[in-house]
Nanobody, 128 residues
Framework: QLQAYGGGLVQAGGSLRLSCTASAHTFGRNFGIYSMGWFRQAPGKEREFVSAKSYRSGSTWYADSVKGRFTISRDNDRNTVYLQMNSLKPEDTALYYC???????????????????WGQGTLVTVSS
């Protein structure tokens, strides 16, 4: 349904771009009416919100820990959402998940239960 990829091993200060593609079988022509989010889960920690982009307004939101370093974008023609990650830090090391939600407000999109579809996760490891 959602396929996330682009993770890998990078040194601190480096960059990665994550991609997440929604299957045409599941979303058809409806990808554009889903807001997309990125979450991450570090070892031994709970899954946390990273970023989201509203399908309705196009507004974007970021966790304070990544603000100014990460950028979310989407290409509806390709059914794909991206997360450009710059100035990576060791504390960014985590399994990164993309998710799709029919909601569009900040309060909803930062909350895991508001997402209907999840990708399998892609691992990002940042070495110091």
């Amino acid at each position: 349904q959602l396929q996330a990829y682009g993770g890998g091993l990078v040194q601190a200060g480096g960059s990665l771009r994550l991609s997440c593609t929604a299957s045409a079988h599941t979303f058809g022509r409806n990808f554009g009416i889903y807001s997309m989010g990125w979450f991450r889960q570090a070892p031994g920690k709970e899954r946390e919100f990273v970023s989201a982009k509203s399908y309705r307004s196009g507004s974007t939101w970021y966790a304070d820990s990544v603000k100014g370093r990460f950028t979310i974008s989407r290409d509806n023609d390709r059914n794909t959402v991206y997360l450009q990650m710059n100035s990576l830090k060791p504390e960014d090391t985590a399994l990164y998940y993309c998710a799709a939600s029919p909601y569009y407000s900040y309060s909803d999109l930062t909350w895991i239960p508001k997402y209907d579809y999840w990708g399998q996760g892609t691992l990002v490891t940042v070495s110091s």
